[in-house]
């Protein structure tokens, strides 16, 4: 059975995340959950906060492991012996960008595949960057987060505009 990577900057981990991974851990004997490190985006939380928040997330599977990266996924996948990418797609636009990728892994790891997942129908319109932007502007995200990251996005953003 390959090992998967399910990357991601889960900035941060939604409900629309935690059901792709569950559905995914269902399919892969081990499920390697990659937090990109990616300094080109403007993340809200840090590295080492968003993959504490995916840990406590993901406590209850049991072969899935959370791990931060900084590296190309083929680079990563290569060191951890991965075979397979997992990635949640909403969108016709989701699947362009994915596309790209897919094929930008494939060129530089030839034996990397991709396979798509669809979210549930609950979680279709759930993004992390719409969470982060309702929360933001003081929209309810509960059902959106676990409680936990909840907690931590609303005490994130009155950190952040304390500073102003």
């Known amino acids: 059975m390959p090992t998967a990577i399910f990357p991601g900057t889960f900035d941060p981990m939604t409900y629309g995340h935690i059901d792709l991974i569950a559905r ?3 399919i892969f004997e081990r499920l390697i959950i990659a937090v990109a490190a990616s300094p080109s985006k403007k ?3 840090s590295l080492s906060e968003r993959v504490a928040m995916a840990s406590d997330s993901l406590l209850h ?3 899935v492991e959370v791990l ?3 590296q190309l996924m083929a680079t990563f996948a290569k060191a951890h012996e991965a075979t397979v990418l997992v990635r949640g797609i909403r969108t016709t636009y989701d ?3 994915e596309r ?3 094929e930008m892994n494939i060129h530089l790891k030839p034996d990397l595949e991709t396979v798509f997942l669809i979210p549930s129908t609950q979680y279709g319109f759930i993004s992390s960057t719409i969470v982060r932007e309702v929360a933001l502007h003081g929209g309810d995200v509960v059902g959106l987060v676990p409680a936990h990251i909840h907690t931590a996005l609303l005490a994130k953003i009155a950190a952040n505009t304390a500073q102003l």
């Open 68 to 70: 931060g990266f900084s």
């Open 24 to 26: 995914a851990a269902l």
């Open 61 to 63: 599977l049991d072969n």
């Open 95 to 97: 699947f362009e960008y």
């Open 43 to 45: 993340t809200l939380f």
């Open 100 to 102: 790209q990728l897919a």
